[in-house]
């Protein structure tokens, strides 16, 4: 019972900073005259996915459970675009994917490329090269990753700046000092640090205590606990309207949750790390592929619905892959 509310301790440190995190975090892009261009968005994606970078490096180099951080990102990853769908049903004003940046297509799609990249790593982890204990995949995933980057900021420049010059008129942070916004983050930042490296030993004896196996304990709880500040700052953006924000801060945190793969491998010495965990994170990643398809469809095509209901076709259809993904880690969990 009271590793139980550990864990929830740990969930309401993670959301509480990682709210106020994000605030801060964009009161120094403010402030600093970086403004809301892409950059901001990037710079939010990579905020709200610390918990992920944390709790998975601790994971690898503290802990000794691959498979907590491999469960964690790949159920992140499905996590994010099951928030897609939420955000969608908490806006009555229109579907979440009309009126969308076209750009937000691009981001998913090397979403895509990437966790493809990792679940046939996964799946071929035996012949897979390795470069000392790192391996092939790492530097492929990082190149991939930069690469990636650059192709989505030359693409969205221009849209981009229109969409965050019209957003900035709704957050001015005139009352907050540069200084103290810097503070506050650093503060709020540590808070997720500390909370995320726990994180993996709480759920270590979870998995052990309830029988329900590291695999599923990384790619469920772990991973809704980390990916609890992507709701919170998603959640906030769609209630003001900011749509592009919120989508782009989920498929950003997609893309930076592989590189975090990367970083894991780094950071785990005894080999490769896709060849000390389970092959159950194939068919997470799978998911989570298919789950980004119904999106990059959505984007291409959107809804024209007025919002006489709470989910349309694309909405239904996430959540539908996302309970099902579910449902079959936990049929097909294992002990490790």
């Not at 000392?132 to 995949?137: A, K, M, R, V």
């Not at 749509?243 to 785990?268: E, P, Q, R, T």
């Amino acid at each position: 019972m009271f590793v139980w509310l550990e864990f929830v301790a740990c969930s309401a440190l993670i959301v509480f900073s990682g709210s106020r995190l994000s605030r801060y975090g964009d009161v120094i892009a403010e402030k600093s005259g970086l403004g809301r261009t892409w950059i901001g968005l990037v710079l939010m994606a990579t905020i709200t996915s610390l918990p992920e970078l944390i709790t998975g490096v601790s994971s690898v180099a503290i802990v000794d459970v691959p498979d907590i951080a491999l469960g964690d990102i790949m159920g992140s990853c499905m996590y994010n675009l099951a928030i897609l769908a939420l955000m969608d049903i908490l806006d009555r004003r229109k579907p979440i994917f009309l009126g969308a940046s076209r750009g937000h297509i691009l981001s998913a799609s090397f979403g895509i490329l990437l966790i493809g990249i990792a679940v046939i790593s996964i799946f071929l982890n035996e012949y897979m090269p390795s470069i000392g204990h790192i391996g092939l995949y790492t530097p492929v995933i990082i190149g991939v990753y930069l690469v990636g980057i650059r192709v989505v900021y030359f693409f969205e420049k221009r849209a981009m700046s229109e969409l965050l010059h019209k957003a900035k008129e709704s957050f001015i942070y005139v009352e907050v000092p540069l200084k103290r916004a810097i503070l506050m983050y650093t503060v709020n930042a540590l808070i997720i640090v500390g909370s995320a490296t726990w994180l993996p030993f709480i759920a270590d004896r979870l998995a052990e205590e309830t029988g329900l196996g590291r695999t599923f304990m990384g790619s469920v709880f772990v991973a809704m606990t980390t990916s609890l500040p992507e709701v919170v700052v998603s959640v906030a953006a769609v209630m003001i309207g900011a749509h592009d924000l919120a989508i782009g801060n989920m498929f950003g945190s997609n893309m930076f949750n592989i590189l975090v793969l990367a970083v894991d491998d780094i950071f785990y010495t005894k080999g490769p790390i896709f060849s000390h965990i389970s092959i159950n994170h194939v068919m997470t990643g799978m998911i989570a592929i298919v789950m980004t398809s119904i999106a990059v469809i959505a984007l291409t095509y959107p809804p024209q619905r007025k919002k006489t209901f709470r989910v349309g076709w694309d909405t239904f259809a996430i959540i539908i892959v996302w309970v099902v993904g579910i449902l079959l880690l936990y049929i097909t969990r294992m002990r490790i």
